[in-house]
């Protein structure tokens, strides 16, 4: 566990849970603590899923500008591979991955958002991409995620202005995909995540893999993606186990083994 993040498994499900008081600003020290936690998540084969949650105020306000303000052209230059890297090892989860954001996903805290697979909000949450107002961009991939996620000229629009986006509007283009009470966001979160907990877990890596591959490329590198992926996973017991479950009691009542 570290200082401020740290990970817990229950029932199959791994929550990340942010906590820096008073606004789980994301330092330097949350980066390298987030990095390792998503790297601990990822190779646990107990975490069959992943919550990533900030708690019941709010999921992170942002990067802590108090570290960056000091830093020049040089010194940023050879940090800002680390602030992606946490986001990134996030977003490289290869389980389905759920951010259950209460309050404001603002800055840093969005682009943690943005590298879930899946965002369930409160119905009062607060977005936003506010970089360009303090005279910088997005730097841990949102200005890539976020253009990914809602269309160019939209995210444009979010990160040009740097205003903030509410529920509603989340909700509407794309930004969340499910708003709930805000006292139910992170029991939402676990019951999404539970679906996958008897999943094949290898099917669901490689369908991720497909996915988020694909959208980097052009069609045809897309598809040869799919291929190698859709072969790959005729390697897996599970594969058998569930066509055969097909076969003889229809699809659903599978038992898999994540082998």
Do not use: H
């Amino acid at each position: 566990m570290g200082d401020f993040v740290n990970l817990t498994v229950e029932d199959g499900i791994g929550t990340i849970r942010l906590d820096r008081p008073k606004m789980n600003a994301i330092s330097f020290q949350v980066q390298a603590e987030l990095l390792e936690v998503a790297t601990e998540a990822a190779a646990d084969d107990d975490v069959r899923a992943v919550v990533v949650y900030g708690g019941e105020k709010l999921f992170a306000a942002g990067n802590d500008v108090k570290e960056m303000a000091g830093l020049s052209y040089s010194e940023m230059a050879k940090r800002v591979a680390g602030v992606q890297a946490a986001v990134t090892a996030v977003a490289e989860i290869p389980k389905p991955v759920v951010a259950a954001v209460t309050g404001y996903a603002l800055g840093g805290g969005c682009e943690l958002a943005l590298a879930a697979d899946f965002r369930i909000a409160a119905d009062d949450a607060t977005f936003g991409q506010p970089e360009v107002l303090l005279g910088i961009i997005p730097g841990a991939g949102g200005t890539q995620r976020l253009a990914r996620l809602v269309g160019p000229s939209k995210a444009k629009d979010l990160i040009f202005s740097g205003r903030f986006v509410k529920a509603d509007e989340a909700l509407a283009i794309g930004l969340a995909d499910r708003l709930v009470p805000a006292a139910s966001v992170y029991e939402e979160a676990l019951a999404w995540a539970s679906q996958f907990t008897k999943a094949a877990p290898y099917a669901l890596a490689a369908a991720k893999t497909a996915i988020d591959k694909g959208l980097g490329v052009d069609l045809a590198t897309g598809l040869a993606i799919e291929q190698q992926q859709f072969a790959g996973v005729f390697a897996t017991q599970d594969s058998q186990t569930g066509m055969a479950s097909f076969l003889e009691n229809g699809p659903g009542k599978a038992t898999f083994e994540g082998k």
